[in-house]
């Protein structure tokens, strides 16, 4: 079954940084989603297949970078300047273009990310 599985999540201080990885199909756009609790699960990135295409929600603009290495099956989420409000579980996940709200197969467990002020 389709499913990304992600890593790299931790504890940070406010200003920090964290790199969260995803093994992921090199086939497909990749999304990476948070989710905080008691808030719904949100879209902060996505990447393209060949990585001509990145997006990024207002929140985390300016502030992370999604890359992928096909070759290795991995996407990246560098977060720098990292705030409180960026706690949550991350999960990545696979899509058929980043303009899609489809995501194929399942949620993986996801990481998580704690940053203390």
């Known amino acids: 079954q389709l499913q990304a599985v992600e890593s790299g999540g931790g504890l940070v201080q406010s200003g920090g940084s964290l790199r969260l990885s995803c093994t992921a199909h090199?086939?497909?756009?990749i999304g990476w989603f948070r989710q905080a609790p008691g808030k719904k699960r949100e879209e902060i990135s996505c990447?393209?297949?060949?990585?001509?295409?990145?997006k990024y929600a207002d929140s985390v603009k300016g502030r992370f970078t999604i890359s992928r290495d096909n070759a290795k099956k991995m996407v990246y989420l560098q977060m720098d300047s990292l705030k409180p409000e960026d706690t949550a579980s991350y999960y990545c996940?696979?899509?058929?273009?980043?303009?899609?709200?489809?995501?194929?197969?399942?949620w993986g467990q996801g990481t998580q990310v704690t940053v203390s002020s």
């Open positions: 996940a696979h899509k058929a273009v980043c303009d899609s709200s489809t995501i194929f197969g399942s």
């Open positions: 090199s086939s497909y756009a």
């Open positions: 990447i393209e297949i060949n990585s001509a295409s990145t």
